[in-house]
């Protein structure tokens, strides 16, 4: 990750590549850099070249000015639109990129820049330059940029900004590494491995193999891996600081490979089934993220981990599981895996957890992309309350996320005629899918949410923070709703 560092030169003295932060005007009145950033003869020639260039201000926009021969060597004229949190974590991931070639940046920052911007400031620029490839790039393609230093004072409650920003960037890409790592070495075991060498002495875990599974009647996790060589497992850590009053359980889906089963899916959408275990990689992030920062909640986060594939020994549409906790489920599709071992991990939770409050997140179904686009997950829950927490916890973190109906009309086709409940309902899928889930809740469904993640756990290119491949969707948004919980 990149050096990131509060304090350095002063406007008059800044060497080599500096950025300048240009916000956004009102009314259509020009754009003007903060006065006293620059020297007044460099902040001139700036200026001139603002309105050359018509920069507009907006968050992410950047102009590039070669200085040769002087000093600064080059301007980097940065849009961070109304200088809130958002708009500098644009400018952050644009100048990840813009100073890509450059071994040093410096952010001339104003003296106001609140915490929040910094915050903004150094997750664009971390999360942005972000690199998964197993192979090492060319030297001449190869990033350079290696510290970032913002000319800003450095206060405790900055510095305090910028480890939290740290950590949450840190865990993010963490959780972009364990989704982007292809499936020939992902398997349930790998995964348990990596999350293990990250826990510490302040994260406890417990990890259940094939045999204990069957023996405490895990039959959804057990179904659902019977068909691959690499058996599943049922990853359950925790952190439990003292004092903590709330206990929230977050459960993550985690298919280490998905071929559909039996119904197995065409090869265009097999292509990328590596990531759907992308939610079980965020939720251990999160538990992760919230030992560090020493958050004062409770947390217990459920990874049921299988691969789905086809063999001799895989479960059949048809077949009748029953999950821990004794409900059933008739299987309609093998396709529809990650609702049926997700119902063993809530049962559990509701049944020995005694947690206040249970969140699942899944990569779950094509139809919430669908209905909200590439970019935005669907949340589904009966509580107001933490409907509006998820949503005001993705809105700081720069996540989309929005609620979707739990609709009462279609309780009837989740039920089936030789179980209690039917894996694969059909549409509304996403609705159907939570509605499934919603059973096992039990008498905590007025304490439960249910967030479908498919579409933003992946991005097909550059965007904003974002880089092609996995996200690490929800890790930053659980750990605001977190540190919300604790305020």
Not at 13 to 28: F, H, I, K, R
Not at 78 to 105: C, I, K, N, S, Y
Not at 239 to 261: M, N, Q, Y
Not at 337 to 361: C, F, K
Request: net charge negative; hydrophobic share 45%; aromatic share 4%.
């Amino acid at each position: 990750m990149i050096d990131i560092r509060l304090g350095g030169a002063r406007p008059e003295s800044a060497q080599g590549c500096v950025a300048v932060p240009v916000p956004a005007a009102d009314g259509g009145a020009p754009v003007a850099i903060t006065p006293g950033l620059l020297p007044d003869d460099v902040a001139a020639e700036a200026a001139a070249y603002l309105a050359e260039t018509e920069h507009k201000g907006a968050a992410g926009s950047v102009q590039s000015l070669p200085r040769p021969l002087r000093q600064p060597s080059k301007l980097l004229l940065v849009g961070v639109g109304a200088g809130d949190e958002a708009g500098w974590r644009t400018a952050g991931a644009a100048l990840a990129r813009a100073a890509v070639r450059e071994a040093e940046l410096t952010v001339l920052a104003p003296a106001e820049l609140t915490d929040a911007a910094l915050r903004g400031l150094a997750e664009g620029l971390w999360l942005a330059s972000y690199r998964f490839a197993m192979i090492e790039p060319k030297a001449d393609a190869a990033p350079k940029l290696a510290q970032v230093t913002v000319a800003v004072a450095a206060t405790p409650e900055r510095e305090a900004a910028l480890a939290a920003a740290r950590t949450v960037s840190d865990l993010t890409r963490f959780a972009r590494d364990l989704t982007n790592t292809p499936s020939q070495l992902k398997t349930p075991a790998w995964f348990v491995e990596q999350v293990l060498a990250r826990t510490g002495a302040r994260v406890t875990a417990t990890v259940r193999d094939q045999d204990q599974l069957a023996a405490e009647g895990f039959g959804g996790i057990l179904a659902v891996g019977g068909g691959s060589a690499q058996p599943p497992r049922l990853l359950q850590l925790s952190w439990a600081p003292e004092g903590a009053t709330r206990h929230v359980v977050l459960v993550g889906k985690g298919i280490t490979f998905d071929t559909g089963g039996i119904d197995i899916k065409p090869t265009e959408a097999m292509q990328l089934m590596r990531k759907d275990m992308g939610a079980a990689a965020t939720v251990c992030a999160t538990i992760l993220a919230a030992a560090e920062l020493d958050l004062p909640v409770r947390v217990t986060v459920l990874a049921p981990l299988a691969e789905n594939m086809v063999s001799g020994s895989s479960w059949r549409s048809g077949d009748v599981v029953t999950h821990y906790g004794g409900l059933t489920s008739e299987v309609h599709s093998t396709d529809a895996e990650g609702r049926v071992v997700l119902a063993d991990a809530m049962a559990y939770a509701v049944a020995r957890l005694e947690p206040d409050l249970l969140l699942d997140l899944a990569t779950l179904t094509g139809a919430s992309r669908v209905a909200l686009g590439k970019k935005t997950a669907a949340v589904f829950s009966d509580n107001e309350e933490l409907v509006a927490g998820i949503g005001t916890a993705a809105a700081q973190a720069g996540e989309l996320v929005w609620r979707l109906p739990l609709a009462d009309e279609y309780v009837k086709d989740v039920a089936a005629e030789i179980a209690d409940l039917n894996n694969a309902a059909g549409n509304p899928g996403a609705i159907t899918a939570a509605l499934y889930l919603r059973e096992f809740a039990g008498p905590l469904r007025d304490r439960w949410l249910h967030v479908d993640m498919s579409a933003p756990s992946w991005s097909g290119g550059t965007d904003g923070e974002l880089v092609k491949g996995a996200t690490g969707w929800g890790v930053r948004t659980l750990v605001r709703w977190l540190q919300g919980l604790a305020a």
